[in-house]
């Protein structure tokens, strides 16, 4: 039995003997309640400069780096490393902490005593260079504080250094008491704050490395600024034939390089250049015009299928379609306002009956008619003279119908309410940019077929009165369609020689109208004695 028991005993010895001492190595030191316990870490580099010469302080946690040149070609690099700074610090105990400082670098080519120095301290917290009459220095066992490496003449005389040094942590007065431990070299200091308290130490982040520098390496600028747009072109910019009809003022065009891989326009905004008459203009050319004092700047520019006029504003941005052969969106007609105020007349609907202008905030579908579009970067307001628009929101995509007399406006919050205004103004405020309202005179073939088909019948007494009236309207038209901006002169539109009717009422929502209205205030609908007086 008692050989069994010691056998028992020494399996139990072999177990617990080699964990004894691994428990010993990672047990942490014991430190007496209250103590200077760590709660910050602070890497100040310096800020020095000087004429002439470049500067590089870099300092983290345990490393510090010093760099100097000069434009004669001398140049000096250091580096500072220490250890031993501790989480904390019983009262009274020594603060022991190891210094080392080294030349990585030296090139003379007029200096003949340069170098750098390290030391250690301690003090009230919130210093950056300098010292208190209260602070402790660190020191070696022969009482040294400074410790430096140097070249002198030229030469390398002292390239590395190390010592170690300390110093006693005095206890703290109250709870919640400071003191730094400052390690200092030309290229700045590491502050250790500590704080008088029990417990713990607390975790402290590690902090990163800081660094000044008086002359830092900017990033090399293409060589060819150019050259990188055009790497960025994947499909040449194709004639949109679309053409200048008319131009007053200053009027520039910027041409897309071409379209990248994502079928977006590419332009090199340095490269503006003055529109001439018939100039060819790519897909999504960029027009600007810009107006000074009381004269300002318009241009006009024909489609197969519309006329344009643009502009009332100070400064205004116009962008023709995007080429449908490489953008996948791109729908049939496709337009984009950036700013300013547009007048819309479509002569004639385009192929598929429709076509739609960007503005920022909406889209504005249309179909043969005349409108306003007016566009400040944040708002979108659409103003309809004739016809109806559909104006969809692009922040919630809604859309409204609107019609002539009607405007609304949209905003990154969605549509407004529709409201009335005066169509009559709108037009009257465009009237000096050769703008007049859309005629509605039968075309001449249209005119022809009707006095053929009368001639036939044999009615010659009314195609007389056919023939008169279809010749005025041709006038009217033909007026209405050459009335251009030319250097800010414009033939007034011609005035009627029949007096206009006393008060009568909307055929359509019986409202009464005022003399010489065009259109009902009311619902928008056009006059019924002028579609008589057209016919």
């Known amino acids: 039995m008692k050989k069994i028991m010691m056998m028992v005993l020494a399996a139990v010895l072999l177990l617990v003997l080699p964990v004894q001492p691994a428990a010993a190595a990672t047990a942490a030191p014991a430190v007496s309640d209250p103590s200077w316990r760590l709660v910050e870490k602070k890497m100040l580099p310096d800020d020095y400069s000087r004429e002439g010469w470049t500067y590089r302080y870099t300092?983290?946690?345990?490393?510090?780096?010093?760099?100097?040149?000069?434009?004669?070609?001398?140049?000096?690099?250091?580096?500072a490393t220490w250890s031993g700074v501790k989480s904390a610090y019983s009262a009274d105990e020594k603060v022991e902490i190891v210094l080392t400082l080294s030349i990585d670098s030296f090139e003379r080519k007029t200096w003949n005593n340069v170098g750098d120095e390290i030391s250690a301290r301690l003090d009230v917290p919130g210093l950056n260079g300098g010292m208190t009459g209260g602070g402790v220095a660190l020191l070696d066992q022969d009482?040294?504080?400074?410790?430096?490496?140097?070249?002198?003449?030229?030469?390398?005389?002292?390239?590395?250094?190390?010592?170690?040094?300390?110093?006693?942590?005095?206890?703290?007065?109250?709870?919640?008491?400071?003191?730094?431990?400052?390690?200092?070299?030309?290229?700045?200091?590491?502050?250790?704050?500590?704080?008088?308290?029990?417990?713990?130490?607390?975790?402290?982040?590690?902090?990163?490395?800081?660094?000044?520098?008086?002359?830092?390496?900017?990033?090399?600028?293409?060589?060819?600024?150019?050259?990188?747009?055009?790497?960025?072109?994947?499909?040449?910019?194709?004639?949109?034939?679309?053409?200048?009809?008319?131009?007053?003022?200053?009027?520039e065009v910027c041409f897309p390089?071409?379209?990248?891989?994502?079928?977006?326009?590419?332009?090199?905004?340095?490269?503006?250049?003055?529109?001439?008459?018939?100039?060819?203009?790519?897909?999504?050319?960029?027009?600007?015009?810009?107006?000074?004092?009381?004269?300002?700047?318009?241009?006009?520019l024909s489609y197969p299928d519309m006329t344009i006029f643009i502009t009332k504003g100070d400064e205004d941005i116009w962008q023709l379609e995007s080429d449908p052969a490489v953008d996948p969106?791109?729908?049939?007609?496709?337009?984009?306002?950036?700013?300013?105020?547009?007048?819309?007349?479509?002569?004639?609907?385009?192929?598929?009956?429709?076509?739609?202008?960007?503005?920022?905030?909406?889209?504005?579908?249309?179909?043969?008619?005349?409108?306003?579009?007016?566009?400040?970067?944040?708002?979108?307001?659409?103003?309809?003279?004739?016809?109806?628009?559909?104006?969809?929101?692009?922040?919630?995509?809604?859309?409204?119908?609107?019609?002539?007399?009607?405007?609304?406006?949209?905003?990154?919050?969605?549509l407004g309410d529709l409201k009335p205004f005066d169509a009559d103004a709108e037009t009257a405020s465009w009237a000096e940019y050769g703008v007049e309202m859309p005629s509605k005179s039968f075309p001449l073939w249209a005119t022809l077929a009707i006095l053929a088909i009368l001639a036939i019948a044999g009615g010659v007494a009314l195609i007389l009165v056919?023939?008169?009236?279809?010749?005025?309207?041709?006038?009217?038209?033909a007026a209405a369609m050459h009335a251009v901006y030319t250097q800010g002169a414009y033939p007034q539109p011609a005035q009627s020689a029949q007096p206009p009717v006393p008060n009568t009422f909307c055929s359509q929502c019986g409202s009464p109208l005022s003399p010489g209205a065009t259109f009902c205030r009311k619902c928008g609908k056009k006059r019924e004695f002028e579609r008589r007086k057209q016919l």
């Open 59 to 79: 300092v983290s946690d345990g490393r510090a780096t010093y760099y100097t040149s000069t434009n004669d070609g001398d140049a000096l690099q250091t580096s």
């Open 329 to 414: 969106e791109k729908k049939t007609s496709h337009l984009k306002l950036l700013t300013g105020n547009l007048w819309v007349n479509i002569k004639k609907m385009v192929k598929d009956g429709s076509m739609d202008i960007e503005m920022s905030q909406a889209v504005a579908g249309i179909k043969g008619t005349t409108f306003v579009l007016e566009e400040d970067g944040t708002t979108s307001t659409l103003k309809v003279i004739e016809g109806t628009v559909s104006f969809t929101s692009k922040a919630t995509g809604e859309s409204v119908m609107v019609t002539g007399g009607e405007t609304v406006s949209a905003t990154k919050d969605g």
């Open 257 to 300: 390089l071409g379209f990248d891989e994502y079928g977006k326009p590419v332009y090199d905004e340095e490269a503006w250049t003055f529109a001439e008459l018939d100039m060819k203009l790519p897909y999504a050319t960029k027009i600007k015009t810009t107006s000074s004092g009381t004269h300002s700047s318009v241009f006009m």
């Open 466 to 477: 056919l023939v008169v009236v279809a010749s005025r309207r041709k006038k009217r038209a």
């Open 143 to 251: 009482g040294q504080e400074y410790f430096q490496c140097k070249a002198e003449g030229g030469t390398i005389t002292v390239p590395f250094r190390t010592a170690v040094v300390s110093a006693v942590f005095r206890a703290g007065n109250s709870i919640g008491d400071r003191r730094s431990l400052y390690i200092n070299s030309k290229a700045g200091s590491a502050e250790y704050v500590y704080e008088w308290g029990s417990g713990a130490a607390p975790t402290v982040e590690q902090p990163p490395s800081t660094t000044y520098d008086t002359n830092p390496v900017k990033p090399e600028e293409p060589q060819n600024p150019l050259q990188e747009l055009l790497d960025r072109v994947k499909t040449p910019a194709n004639d949109s034939g679309v053409r200048f009809s008319d131009l007053s003022g200053q009027v």
